[in-house]
Structures are given as structure tokens and as C-alpha cells.
């Protein structure tokens, strides 16, 4: 089930909303928990298992390793628990991809075994070997409680597709929450904000760059090119973004606090920034669990360089079995290396407007790698967008363009932190009561209307007239 | 403040989710969507295989939504929406320009051997029609006509495909290949050009030609059928009522567009001035009208109001015997058309080919001997072998 589905809105939300306020607070847990595993059973019930495997090791491990006292015992508990974690992500994620490409390596086909990847895994996955690794650390507390846990793990709201949230975030809220109007609220406004990212803006901003990635390659015109580069690029930040704040809001009405995931990533100033910015739960599980582990920059220059590479292989890879992902990873691996090396320092010396272009660009070509069907497709689209021979414009981009003026515009104001300004600009108002009004209000009211705006596209999007109205 | 803009806020909220499934439990269970054309998904089964693969719950997501309180309304809007505020060019697959709307055309290469090969294999088919209906004592002739997207095909934006070419190139192979095999043929495009006027034949909403082109085809059919031997006299217009329904009309192309952009479209229809004793049967079925109209003025209507719309067989009589019979097949242009052209002949029989399996039009010929077969296609189905196109 996904949140931008009617059976999610209009059935199984506003259920979960009802018992979990009907019940008295000791249950509101178990509600939680009931609804998630639906949720997940919903998408693919045999998988289900999978995950509930994954919480019953997860759990396992936290137990024994409070239970023995030496930490050489401790640590053989948690080794085999990154192995039963990485174990099953590799089985279901890499399984086909080594073996295609061992195959070709030493000139012999293998067989795909098709294995069907588990929703959610990367994510669930991760979160569990958090809570291991932080057991272990001692940073956190084992939790007792199985369904706790299995509620950690499996909590519907990122289980699909993140945030990836940490154990220390919600360790007291797990068991202990206090959920208020307030918070409610806000949760609801962030919620419809997310919707609307992803049925307003990231679909229509989806079908663009559809059309254009997927169409015949070696013909693409330069603007066009560029065109569904940008179309992309909007897409992923709004359809990613908008699901986490669809996950923080519905967190929030259930009181709990998850951390940010994105923040305006298309404002940055220079890659490392960018990647500050978005999907900071990945970053900074890589960064905790992964490149400090490793000496992060503590160590040499050629061992840091190192440790940079390996996080970004790894980053390129979670995203996908493909080489276009590897691809990715390394490329975004590579830029920050210079960066740190010398490059964020050239850059602070010249203007701001030319930062945002220099990010903006590099940011960009990293999504016609991510977005390519394989490598080679990514050099074609790539060299494209750098044809010389411009006659003029293409009338598909014409088209494109006028279509969707609009949504470009939307677009291109959502990925700046206009709320922020208008926050800011409403603070100036002098006179308490109109400040007061312009704080609360047009927001609810923009809520709501964004709120309907996102039903009807999700209704529209199966509008699906018979072939042709042949009367 | 912030307080009541928070209960008010999350009130209106919850009361939409709210609102949802429990008028959509109380609505009425609708089993077809007029604007889409088409079936509503099933409730589905729940069965234990496809609880586990999860496929019931995409099936009742498929529903639920076909089902949901409200859709149509909500699609009107987005509709409305995309139209009038996104000012779109296109919504739906429609292509919104100032004289029409017509449908998103991918491009079709126009392969002039591919096309000739095609061209050459209706005609033969056609030529073996023409051969049987003759030897039954008759004379067959081809009336092909330009759809509404095709004839004002200069409409759409210089950037947007119209396919003409291919079209173009459709026609002029089409047309010859039938001469080559002898095939008596009518094309309409060039009646319509001489006029001048030709935006006048068709609808603004509607991939039909309207009743003022029906008319002129039927005219030009009934003087194709002279210089054939087969001499009905056309309905002159003095002897004829033109009259403009008031009802809301839904064409083809403003129904998936909700009506939401208003246009001068309104159904004419001719009526007889004296009318005309007839015995109409649809299936068998003794029916009493030639024109489907409801009562009630503000009542959606459709093309469907010529003849009831496609019908697999429909036989009137007129009981004049002095006049010749006539026998049509063809898809919905030749509806309008049908409501002159009964007037002019002795029996008139109706075939839609993609409605009636029992019979082959073979068969029709055999058994109502007609004096004239027509076969009326529009231009985007010349080289169909679906349907009319599959005798």
C-alpha cells in the first residue's frame, strides 16, 4: 500500500486515526503495530515474513548482547547479525546482478534466479542494523519489548520508502508518547504537503521526463534533453521528499518526532552541501555506521580518499543492483573528493549565483546517470544535451513546455524555502492580531486547498476512457 | 487563534477522510462510467491465492476507486482544472485548440510501401464484395469520409502532430487501389473542400461529421447511386425541418473533457416535414423512432441519439416498392445518414459488423438482395481490418 492511494486515504488512514484515538494509550502501541504489518501485507503478504524475520533477529541480538558480558561474545552476536541483515538485502537485491555479471566476467551465462525484491527492505534493513549496532555501542538501551521493536522496525509511516529513521530518535517515544493538537496539526499540514509533492508536481514532473528518457535516444534533441534532465530532477526531489514529509507529518499525528530528510537540496552551494541536504538519514547512517567506523578523516589523506570512495560505492549501490547506480556513487564519490581536496575552496571565492549554477549542473548529470536505464544510455543522453547542431526549437519541447508551464513554475518555487520567507515576512507584521491570522490561517486554508487539489489528481489518475469513444 | 485555526485545520481534515468511505458505502452501486465509456471494476473475491500475492488488494484499490463518492465530480474538476487554470494544451488526450478538439495523434510514419501493399488488400476485399453484390443483382459503393480530426487538421498547434501525411498518403492509396480493382467509390474529403466551408460539417467536440455534413454525404451518395442505376430521390431540404436539440451535447471528445470547455455544439437533426410510415426493426425488435431524444431538455445527450446509436441490425420498411432497397454497413457516421436515406428507399438494412457475429455481410447481401450496398468508413479506418473493416 502507498500513502497516494485511496485505499490509504480514505480507508485504511482514517481507520488508524480512529481506533488509534479510541483505544486507551497502553494500546495505542499494538494499534500502531496492527496496522503496520497490514499495511506491509497489503503490498506483498508473503514478504511479510522476511521482515518479521528481520525484527525477530534484530531483536535476538539486542537481547544476547546485554546478556553476555565479555565483548568478544558481544561481537559475534553482532557480526551475525550484520550478516543475517546484509545477508537477505544481498540475497533479494544483488543476488541477479553478481551472478549476471559473474557470468559475463568469465564468459558463461548464469541463469536469473527473478528474485523478487521485498518492499521496503533496503530501508527496514537498515533501521534494524542501527538498533544493533547502537545495542551494541551501548548508545542506546536494548528494548524488551518485541512488539516495540517490531514497531520500530515496521512502523507504517517509513517503512516503505524512509525516512530511515534511528533508534535513538524514537527510543522514548516507542513506548512513551504524548500526542497533542499541536502536533497533530502540524503533522496533518506536512502530510498534504507531501501528498501534494507527489500527486500535484512529482507525477506530472514523472510523465516529462518519461516520455523523454524513454524515447529514441540517438534523436534527442539537445533542449529536449536538457528538458527531461530538469523534469527528473524534479521528480526525485519532489516524489522522494514528498513521501518522507508524508512520513514525518503521519509520524507527528501519532506523536513522533522523526528527524528532517530533506532540506531544500537544490539550493545548495556545491555538492557536499547538496548532500547534507538531501536524504539525510542516508547520508548520515553512511556517515555513522560506515565512514567514521572506517577513521572518517582522521587518518591519512590517501586512507581519507579512501574512505570516501567506499561510502559512495556502497551509497551508489543501496540505491539499486545496476551499474549506473555504481556509476552514480562514484561519480557523486568523486566530486566530493575534490571538493574536500581544494575544490570547496576555489569555490567560496567566487559569487553565490555561480556556486548554484556549478552545484545545480553537477547535480543534474548526476541524474541522467541515476535515471538511465544502463551506462551506456547515460553517456548517449548525456552527450545529447551537448549536441551542437541546435535548429531551432524542437516542437515536442514546445509542446512540453506549454503543457506544462504551471507545473514548471510549481515546481521551481516548491524546491525553494518560500515557506520560510513568508514566515519570516509575516513575523515583520507589526499588528499582533493580523500576524497572528496570517500565521495560522492562509497556510491551513493553502493546506486544504492542496489537499483537494491532490485527491482529485489521485481520482484523475485512474481516469481511463475506453479506447477512443467509438460510439 | 492558533488553536481554533488548529481545530478547525485538522476538523475539516478528518472530516474529509472521514466523508469518504461513508458516502461511497452509502452511494448507490454504479457499474458503468458514462464519460469514460467503459465497466467499473468488480468488487473482487477474496480468495487465498490472491490474498497472497497481494493481488487483491490491488484489485480492490482498482475498485474502490472506480467506486470512490464523488469521482466523476472530481474528474470534472481536474478536468476544469488543467483546462482553465493549468491552461493546458492538452487534458486527457485531447488537444484543446480554438475550432476543435482532437485527439493527441502519435506520429505514424507514412511508408508508401507498406501503405500500397495495405491499400491493394482492402481493395480486394472490396472487390470481392462489389463482385458478390452484383451477382445478386446489385451495386456496391465505398463512401469513405474524412474524420473530424482529419478534415480540420490544420487546427492543431504548429508543434503538435496531425499525422496529414500519413493520412494523405492513406487516402490517395487507398482511393486508387479501389479504382484499380474496379470499386465503385465516393470519397467525401473533396465534397466537403468544394464547399469552402467545411468547418460546418463538423462538430467542435465530436470526431463525427455533424448533420449538415451527413446530409451532404447523403446527397452525394443518392447521386453516386444514379450515375450507378440506382435512382432514389434525395430529400430535398424544403422538404425537411432542421432542428437544434437543447440538450447538453456530449461529443466524443468534450465527454472525456467533462463538457468543461463550452463550445456553440448542438445535435441537429432533420425531421420530415410530411412525415413518412415506417416499420423499423432493431434485432428483430419492433422500434418506433429514428431519433432517440429524452424528454427532459437539460438531459446529457450523444451521437446516440441518431437511429439509438450502433445497432447490429436494423431493418425499415417502407412499403414502397416501386423505390430500390438499400443495404449499409459501416461504423457511427453512417447513423445520421441513415435517418435520410430510409426516406429515399423502399427497405433500408443497417449492419454494424462489430456488433452482429451471427450473420456475414455476405449473408445480408443473399438475403435482402439490395439494390445499392454502401460501406461508409472514415478516413482513420480505411486500412482497418477491424470491425467493419473485418468482413
Given at each position: 500500500m502507498v500513502f497516494s492511494s485511496v485505499s490509504f486515504l480514505f480507508l485504511f488512514f482514517p481507520a488508524v486515526i480512529?481506533?488509534?484515538?479510541a483505544v486507551p494509550r497502553k494500546f495505542r502501541a499494538g494499534v500502531l503495530l496492527i496496522f503496520s504489518l497490514f499495511f506491509y501485507a497489503c503490498g506483498e503478504p508473503k514478504y511479510s515474513l522476511i521482515m518479521l524475520l528481520s525484527i525477530a533477529v534484530n531483536y535476538l541480538a539486542g537481547l544476547l548482547m546485554t546478556r553476555f558480558s565479555t565483548g568478544a561474545a558481544k561481537k559475534t552476536v553482532l557480526v551475525f547479525a550484520l550478516i543475517l541483515n546484509l545477508g537477505a538485502l544481498v540475497y533479494f537485491k544483488y543476488t541477479d546482478f553478481l551472478l549476471t555479471n559473474i557470468g559475463a566476467l568469465f564468459s558463461f551465462e548464469i541463469p536469473a534466479l527473478e528474485i523478487v525484491l521485498p518492499i521496503g527492505i533496503s530501508f527496514y534493513t537498515f533501521q534494524g542494523l542501527s538498533y544493533v549496532i547502537d545495542v551494541y555501542r551501548g548508545?542506546?538501551?536494548?528494548?524488551?519489548?518485541?512488539?516495540?521493536?517490531a514497531l520500530y522496525i515496521s512502523l507504517f509511516p517509513q517503512l516503505i520508502a524512509g525516512p530511515i529513521v534511528r533508534y535513538s530518535t524514537v527510543v522514548e517515544e516507542i513506548g512513551n508518547r504524548r500526542e497533542n493538537l499541536s502536533d497533530f496539526a502540524a503533522g496533518t499540514r506536512r502530510f498534504i504537503f507531501g501528498l501534494a509533492k507527489k500527486m500535484l508536481l512529482a507525477n506530472t514532473m514523472g510523465a516529462i521526463a518519461d516520455q523523454i528518457f524513454d524515447g529514441e535516444l540517438s534523436n534527442l534533441p539537445a533542449e529536449l534533453a536538457w528538458l527531461g534532465a530538469i523534469a527528473y530532477s524534479f521528480q526525485i526531489l519532489f516524489d522522494f521528499s514528498g513521501y518522507s514529509d508524508m512520513a514525518i507529518g503521519i509520524g507527528r499525528m501519532f506523536g513522533f518526532h522523526f528527524l528532517e530528510n530533506f532540506d531544500y537540496p537544490y539550493i545548495s552551494r556545491s555538492v557536499t552541501?547538496?548532500?547534507?541536504?538531501?536524504?539525510?538519514?542516508?547520508?548520515?547512517?553512511?556517515?555513522?555506521?560506515?565512514?567514521?567506523?572506517?577513521?572518517?578523516?582522521?587518518?591519512?589523506?590517501?586512507?581519507?580518499?579512501?574512505?570516501?570512495?567506499?561510502?559512495?560505492?556502497?551509497?551508489?549501490?543501496?540505491?539499486?543492483?545496476?551499474?549506473?547506480?555504481v556509476l552514480w556513487g562514484v561519480y557523486f564519490g568523486a566530486i566530493l573528493i575534490v571538493e574536500k581536496l581544494f575544490l570547496l575552496k576555489w569555490l567560496e571565492r567566487i559569487p553565490g549565483f555561480f556556486r548554484h549554477v556549478y552545484a545545480l549542473l553537477l547535480i543534474l548529470f548526476g541524474w541522467v546517470i541515476f535515471r538511465s536505464a544502463d551506462i551506456s544510455s547515460a553517456g548517449l543522453y548525456l552527450s545529447r544535451m551537448f549536441r551542437p547542431d541546435f535548429q531551432g526549437p524542437d516542437p515536442e519541447f514546445i509542446y512540453l513546455l506549454s503543457n506544462y508551464k504551471l507545473a514548471f513554475a510549481a515546481c521551481l518555487l516548491a524546491a525553494v524555502p518560500v515557506s520560510g520567507w513568508l514566515k519570516k515576512a509575516v513575523g515583520r507584521v507589526k499588528n499582533r492580531l493580523l500576524r497572528e491570522f496570517l500565521a495560522y490561517y492562509p497556510a491551513g486554508v493553502f493546506s486544504l486547498v492542496l489537499f483537494a487539489l491532490s485527491v482529485i489528481y489521485l481520482v484523475n489518475s485512474t481516469f481511463n476512457p475506453f479506447i477512443y469513444f467509438r460510439f | 487563534m492558533k488553536k481554533t485555526a488548529q481545530i478547525l485545520f485538522t476538523g475539516v481534515f478528518l472530516l474529509v477522510l472521514a466523508w469518504f468511505p461513508a458516502a461511497t458505502l452509502f452511494s448507490g452501486s454504479e457499474t458503468y462510467s458514462f464519460f469514460e465509456n467503459r465497466n467499473l471494476a468488480p468488487l473482487p473475491e477474496p480468495e487465498r491465492e490472491n490474498i497472497l500475492s497481494g493481488a487483491y488488494f490491488s484489485e480492490f484499490e482498482e475498485y474502490?476507486?472506480?467506486?470512490?463518492?464523488?469521482?466523476?465530480?472530481?474528474?470534472?474538476a481536474y478536468t476544469f482544472f488543467n483546462v482553465h487554470i493549468a491552461d493546458k494544451v492538452m487534458v486527457n488526450d485531447i488537444v484543446i485548440t480554438e475550432n476543435a478538439l482532437l485527439p493527441y495523434q502519435p506520429e505514424r510514419a507514412a511508408d508508401p510501401e507498406a501503405i500500397a501493399l495495405s491499400a491493394a488488400e482492402m481493395a480486394e476485399k472490396y472487390e470481392n464484395l462489389s463482385a458478390f453484390t452484383a451477382a445478386n443483382g446489385g451495386v456496391f459503393l465505398y463512401v469513405g469520409v474524412p474524420e473530424q480530426s482529419s478534415m480540420l487538421r490544420d487546427s492543431y498547434p504548429s508543434y503538435m502532430n496531425n499525422n496529414g501525411a500519413y493520412l494523405d498518403a492513406v487516402e490517395e492509396a487507398f482511393f486508387q487501389a479501389l479504382?484499380?480493382?474496379?470499386?465503385?467509390?465516393?470519397?467525401?474529403?473533396?465534397?466537403?473542400?468544394?464547399?469552402?466551408?467545411?468547418?460546418?460539417?463538423?462538430?467542435?467536440?465530436d470526431h463525427h461529421f455533424n448533420m449538415h455534413g451527413a446530409y451532404v454525404c447523403y446527397r452525394s451518395i443518392l447521386e453516386a447511386g444514379a450515375a450507378l442505376g440506382v435512382a432514389a430521390d434525395p430529400l430535398e431540404e424544403e422538404?425537411?425541418?432542421?432542428?437544434?436539440?437543447?440538450?447538453?451535447?456530449?461529443?466524443s471528445r468534450g465527454r472525456i473533457l467533462y463538457n468543461v470547455i463550452r463550445t456553440p455544439d448542438r445535435l441537429g437533426i432533420y425531421r420530415l416535414k410530411d412525415p413518412l410510415p415506417y416499420i423499423r426493426r432493431d434485432n428483430g425488435e419492433e422500434v418506433d423512432q429514428i431519433f432517440f431524444i429524452p424528454e427532459d431538455p437539460k438531459e446529457k445527450i450523444t451521437y446516440n441519439v441518431y437511429m439509438g446509436g450502433d445497432v447490429a441490425e436494423t431493418v425499415i420498411e417502407t412499403g414502397r416498392e416501386e423505390l430500390p432497397d438499400v443495404l449499409v454497413f459501416g461504423d457511427s457516421f453512417t447513423n445520421p445518414v441513415e435517418t435520410l436515406l430510409y426516406a429515399s428507399f423502399n427497405r433500408t438494412v443497417a449492419v454494424d459488423l462489430r456488433h452482429n457475429t451471427e450473420k456475414t455481410i455476405y449473408e445480408y447481401i443473399e438475403e435482402y438482395q439490395p439494390d445499392l450496398v454502401l460501406c461508409i468508413r472514415d478516413d482513420t479506418a480505411y486500412l482497418s481490418t477491424d470491425g467493419n473493416g473485418g468482413f
Open positions: 480512529a481506533l488509534y484515538y548508545e542506546v538501551p536494548v528494548q524488551k519489548n518485541p512488539f516495540y521493536l552541501e547538496f548532500w547534507r541536504r538531501w536524504h539525510i538519514s542516508l547520508s548520515s547512517w553512511f556517515r555513522d555506521y560506515v565512514y567514521i567506523p572506517l577513521g572518517g578523516n582522521r587518518v591519512s589523506k590517501p586512507r581519507h580518499i579512501c574512505n570516501i570512495a567506499i561510502v559512495w560505492l556502497l551509497t551508489g549501490i543501496w540505491h539499486g543492483a545496476s551499474w549506473n547506480f | 474502490y476507486v472506480d467506486h470512490i463518492a464523488f469521482r466523476d465530480g472530481m474528474i470534472e479504382d484499380a480493382a474496379g470499386v465503385q467509390s465516393l470519397n467525401m474529403r473533396p465534397v466537403y473542400e468544394q464547399s469552402g466551408d467545411f468547418e460546418r460539417y463538423y462538430f467542435v467536440t422538404e425537411l425541418i432542421y432542428e437544434e436539440l437543447p440538450n447538453p451535447y456530449y461529443g
